[in-house]
């Protein structure tokens, strides 16, 4: 390991808005009865063990897998009366984003250190309003692992308040028209969509109108993207749904959609 890493991972230790769990006690009881920390239900609650955040009273909003936290920093900073917890597995990433967060003395915006498919043993029933997923890895041969599959939307839905959103934001083509047939499979609420969010024809054929913050905040990769003349696609939906998600079957195209993809751009992400 390379001595700015073990710098990096050091000084993590001293940021009070950076969560870094044991993966060890979260898993004491199996991967299938994951045990709470004690930081669940009581993100808001400043007072309490672990307790990081601003208000009492704020919507919590979640970034997964988040990287170096840009994302999650600049809606921070237009949204002072949300509180916003990035969450992302990579410590010398979440770095970054802890460190500005302690300098600017952010008091909305807190970090975890886990993996996504641990979220539950973190977050309450009902504790989390919006969630944000930007430029996830479209995992083309693994639909488990992809961010907005089924078995993902029901933990989702686990943490999240009645008419929660999830917003995706890729340069995937791949896995937005992946989400759309989830969407459509499951007769989820589709809120606004866009296959290319900054051509301007895009801005009058949206079931709703994308919110500045869509547009006006970016990512490292989605920068990067556009550069190259990568089209940034958007979805949001509303994750309310009675009994098991289904997965779309026969709605999606997956040879078609992933061939496009490869033709464009690599799936590798190790830079986020």
């Known amino acids: 390991m390379g001595h700015d890493k073990l710098r990096k991972f050091a000084e993590n230790k001293t940021f009070s808005c950076l969560l870094e769990p044991s993966a060890q006690e979260v898993l004491a009881d199996g991967y299938e009865h994951l045990r709470d920390h004690p930081i669940k239900g009581h ?16 919507p919590l909003v979640l970034e997964l897998g988040c990287g170096k ?3 999650t920093l600049e809606l921070a900073r237009r949204n002072p009366g949300r509180n916003y917890v990035g969450v992302d597995i990579k410590g010398a990433r979440l770095w970054r984003g ?3 967060a302690t300098q600017e003395n952010m008091p909305n915006v807190a970090f975890l ?17 919006e969630i944000w997923l930007t430029f996830s890895d479209p995992q083309p041969q693994s639909e488990n692992k992809r961010l907005t599959s089924p078995l993902f939307l029901d933990r989702y839905r686990s943490i999240m308040a009645p008419g929660g959103v999830v917003h995706l934001k890729t340069d995937s083509r791949f896995l937005y028209e992946y989400t ?3 969407i459509d499979a499951n007769d989820l609420k589709l809120i606004a969509c866009s296959t290319d969010l900054y051509a301007s024809s895009t801005q009058e054929a949206q079931p709703s109108p994308i919110g500045p913050e869509v547009r006006g905040v970016q990512t490292f990769y989605e920068s990067m993207f556009l550069g190259q003349g990568v089209p940034i696609t958007y979805l949001s ?12 079957e026969q709605k999606f195209d997956p040879a078609r959609w992933r061939d496009l993809d490869e033709g464009r751009r690599s799936f590798s992400h190790k830079e986020k």
């Open 98 to 100: 802890a460190k500005t």
């Open 113 to 129: 250190r886990s993996r996504v498919e641990f979220i539950t043993a973190f977050f309450a029933p009902g504790e989390v309003s």
């Open 237 to 248: 939906f509303i994750i309310d749904h009675d009994g098991p998600y289904v997965y779309p």
């Open 69 to 71: 936290g840009e994302y």
């Open 180 to 182: 759309l047939a989830v």
């Open 43 to 58: 993100w808001f609650r400043k007072g309490d063990p672990g307790g990081v955040t601003a208000s009492p009273d704020a």
